[in-house]
């Protein structure tokens, strides 16, 4: 079993739609929560960074992570074909252990 | 503020030779990792250096190397390259590595021939 699971889509919704995006995770030891957006062609880009469980929101995008369940989500409302991208989460443990990703999601947003 | 910095941005060797690929981090970033990114695999650890010492490695053969210099800096090199590295290789950079935020260069796309 890998440390984080991830659907690799593709998903592909309507403009305006809102999207829900997961992972899931095995090690308990895990406390560190991130999305990160990747366009073709380009390198991870940081949108969302969580520590604890709950909520965190920074404008259309919400992070949710339950560490009960060792599920962490991301939620794009009002999405835009400029969403269109790979979306991986990451997840780390205290210390300087390394970050370990999903294998990403593709979700095309479609006008 | 300048972002991660990678080159070059692409690359084409043949079977059996050797590549080294560059980053330069954020400034005042001391940690820089290395990541190979597949379509079927998807982002995997090579390593991370921290003041110029490799403080995590991966589970990659030993032709895959790295250093970094006193200015952070860092370089990773390939030794007689097979067809399956073809890959995209990625560097992130933070402040202290672990469970500080990272952040990406563009990647070098490495296709091996």
């Known amino acids: 079993q890998k440390e984080v699971e991830q659907d690799p889509g593709p998903l592909s919704v309507p403009e305006g739609a809102i999207v829900s995006l997961n992972c899931t995770y095995s090690n308990s030891a895990f406390q560190y929560f991130m999305w990160y957006r990747q366009y073709s062609r380009k390198g991870p880009e940081l949108l969302m960074y969580t520590y604890s469980s709950g909520n965190k929101e920074d404008g259309r995008f919400t992070a949710q992570v339950d560490k009960s369940s060792k599920y962490i989500s991301l939620f794009i409302r009002d999405s835009q074909p400029s969403d269109s991208a790979t979306y991986l989460c990451?997840?780390?443990?205290?210390?300087?252990?390394?970050?370990?990703f999903g294998k990403g999601t593709r979700l095309s947003v479609i006008a | 503020k300048a972002g991660v910095t990678q080159t070059p941005r692409y690359l084409i060797k043949t079977r059996g030779q050797q590549v080294t690929l560059s980053c330069s981090p954020i400034s005042g970033h001391r940690s820089v990792s290395w990541y190979q990114q597949t379509p079927g695999q998807g982002l995997q650890f090579l390593f991370e250096?921290?003041?110029?010492?490799?403080?995590n490695k991966g589970n990659f053969p030993g032709r895959f190397s790295g250093r970094q210099f006193s200015n952070s800096r860092s370089e990773m090199n390939v030794s007689t390259l097979e067809l399956g590295d073809s890959a995209l290789y990625l560097c992130?950079?933070?402040?202290?590595?672990?469970?500080?935020?990272?952040?990406f260069g563009q990647g070098t796309r490495l296709t091996v021939v």
């Open positions: 990451a997840t780390v443990g205290g210390g300087n252990t390394p970050l370990v």
């Open positions: 250096y921290f003041s110029e010492t490799q403080r």
């Open positions: 992130a950079s933070s402040s202290q590595g672990g469970d500080t935020e990272a952040f």
